[in-house]
């Protein structure tokens, strides 16, 4: 969140934050999801400001300083960037639509791409190599473009056009394709690890020999033109269509995305589901019998009712909803390795002596008691000796009165 000192300094203008500001130059601004939309901010100092998630939509930033500035997810719609310094600025996410550059605007290549593509500024859709990771490429026109070997790491996708796109051996890891337009895109080899394709449109899509572990990809809509290997069209069978009743005997899910996925008496006998994703999924009367769960994320499962004979739970990642009792005594072997959090709440215990010290203890008892019994002795001595000189003296008063 913005600092509100330095919030309202800049509201009351430019001058009044600039004199402040070079007065203050080991400070370090922070406007950080700030309101700044449409404010006439032309020629403001904001060298190395925090400009984190700042709406600063249409607001004129022409002649600005932000030499190092973070503008991480920041909104520049429509915002007039002509001749501002944005010299080693961070730029990830941010977005460009219709944002003012000119020649004299001092970004980074990177971000000069991003902003042509997404204002549809380039007529060559050539970037094979290219490395836009962390851009926001929100609706952006990349139908036909050459984007083979290109690394685009938790690229934003979301509604983008990638008709025919050519994306070999692309490094697409985390990359965001929600409702983009994939048809005939051809990501042959490509790293999809973690991509999330929920209500992409995958018409004729070339997805052979790519890398599709933990991909999400529930709503994505396949057709009988869509080419994949057999393993990835599985998982998407099933978190689809669920597997009630299936028989999945020895199947390969490994590193498969399946969360919330319908197994309900489903035969997963000998299955490989190492390292799947099965948050939420449900495994009733599912038969687990010898299929391997080592790092699998049971997060939520009830496994109470599934078959879990020779199951190999080692490692699994669980959570206090994780139900992991078993049905069967013999399956205990299996359970102890899960990382599941204890529910209960621990009962405070007195600490236990060991046999020395409760002989000890024994023994300082018996040296206590016998203490006591010598000092009543004594006690008891005492007050004899004290009654018997008394009676003597009371018999030599009483012959002398009688004298």
């Known amino acids: 969140m913005a600092n509100p000192e330095h919030l309202a300094l800049v509201r009351q203008g430019v001058q009044t934050w600039n004199d402040w500001y070079n007065q203050h130059r080991t400070v370090i601004p922070d406007l950080s999801q700030a309101n700044l939309s449409q404010l006439n901010l032309s020629g403001i100092n904001l060298s190395k400001a925090n400009l984190k998630e700042t709406n600063l939509s249409q607001a004129d930033l022409s002649k600005s300083q932000l030499i190092q500035a973070d503008l991480t997810k920041s909104n520049l719609l429509g915002t007039n960037l002509n001749n501002a310094n944005l010299k080693d600025a961070n730029l990830d996410f941010a977005i460009f639509t219709q944002a003012l550059l ?10 000069l791409t991003v902003y042509k593509i997404v204002n549809q500024k380039i007529e060559d859709q050539e970037f094979s190599g290219i490395d836009l990771s962390n851009s926001n490429l929100f609706r952006a026109d990349l139908s036909d473009a050459d984007l083979s070997n290109a690394k685009l790491i938790n690229v934003n996708f979301n509604s983008a056009n990638l008709n025919n796109a050519y994306l070999y051996k692309a490094d697409l890891t985390r990359a965001n394709f929600q409702n983009a337009d994939l048809r005939n895109a051809y990501f042959s080899h490509a790293n999809l690890t973690s991509a999330y394709l929920a209500g992409a449109l995958c018409c004729g899509t070339y997805f052979k020999d790519a890398d599709l572990k933990f991909a999400h990809l529930k709503t994505a809509k396949f057709s009988p033109k869509t080419m994949i290997d057999p393993k990835w069209y599985s998982v998407w069978e099933i978190v689809n269509c669920g597997a009630v009743k299936k028989n999945l005997r020895g199947v390969d899910l490994t590193n498969a995305n399946l969360q919330g996925a319908n197994f309900e008496e489903a035969n997963l006998t000998n299955a490989k589901m190492n390292h799947a994703i099965l948050r939420h999924s449900n495994l009733a009367n599912a038969n687990l019998t010898n299929t391997v769960l080592v790092g699998a994320n049971l997060c939520g499962v009830d496994l109470q009712k599934a078959h879990l004979k020779r199951t190999k739970l080692k490692s699994i990642i669980s959570d206090y909803h994780t139900q992991l009792s078993a049905t069967n005594p013999s399956n205990k072997k299996n359970l102890i390795t899960a990382q599941k959090p204890a529910l209960e709440t621990a009962i405070p215990t007195v600490p236990t002596k ?17 203490v006591l019994l010598i000092s009543i002795a004594i006690a008891i001595a005492v007050g004899y000796v004290a009654l018997s000189q008394n009676l003597s003296d009371f018999r030599q008063e009483k012959l002398e009165f009688v004298k």
């Open 354 to 370: 060991t046999k020395t010290e409760q002989s000890k203890q024994s023994k300082s008892n018996k040296s206590r008691g016998g």
């Open 102 to 111: 000119n020649r004299q605007t001092q970004i980074s290549t990177k971000y």
